[in-house]
Nanobody, 121 residues
Framework: VQLQASGGGLVQAGGSLRLSCAAS????????MGWFRQAPGKEREFVAC????????YYADCVKGRFAISGDSAKNTVYLQMNSLKPEDTAVYFC???????????????WGQGTQSPSPS
């Protein structure tokens, strides 16, 4: 499985941005697609995840109500819609795949390259 993240960029505080993560290879309904982020000098932290088959979603408290994760099975792509962005949301964002629900980065087997976003101005 290969994951390709995209969509990073510069945005003003309070603005919105959507990240995409395209997965190549076979995915199963039980698989979890997650988004993580890592700011300079900080540990990688869980942002959100979605279960392919049921579309169940989970969010970190710090992004609840502002971020939304969704998936398009036909395109094998997961999205992270980020609204009401704050300066503290600035980080490198990574998408990843796990076999079952987890918020721990170490449990995710496949990782995409990071995308820098957002960078509120």
């Amino acid at each position: 499985v290969q994951l390709q993240a995209s969509g990073g960029g510069l945005v003003q505080a309070g603005g919105s941005l959507r990240l995409s993560c395209a997965a190549s290879g076979r995915t199963f309904s039980s698989h979890i697609m997650g988004w993580f982020r890592q700011a300079p000098g900080k540990e990688r932290e869980f942002v959100a995840c979605i279960r392919w088959g049921s579309r169940l979603t989970y969010y970190a408290d710090c992004v609840k109500g502002r971020f939304a994760i969704s998936g398009d099975s036909a395109k094998n792509t997961v999205y992270l819609q980020m609204n009401s962005l704050k300066p503290e949301d600035t980080a490198v964002y990574f998408c990843a795949q796990a076999l079952s629900y987890t918020e721990h980065p170490s449990d995710y087997k496949y990782w995409g390259q990071g995308t820098q976003s957002p960078s509120p101005s």
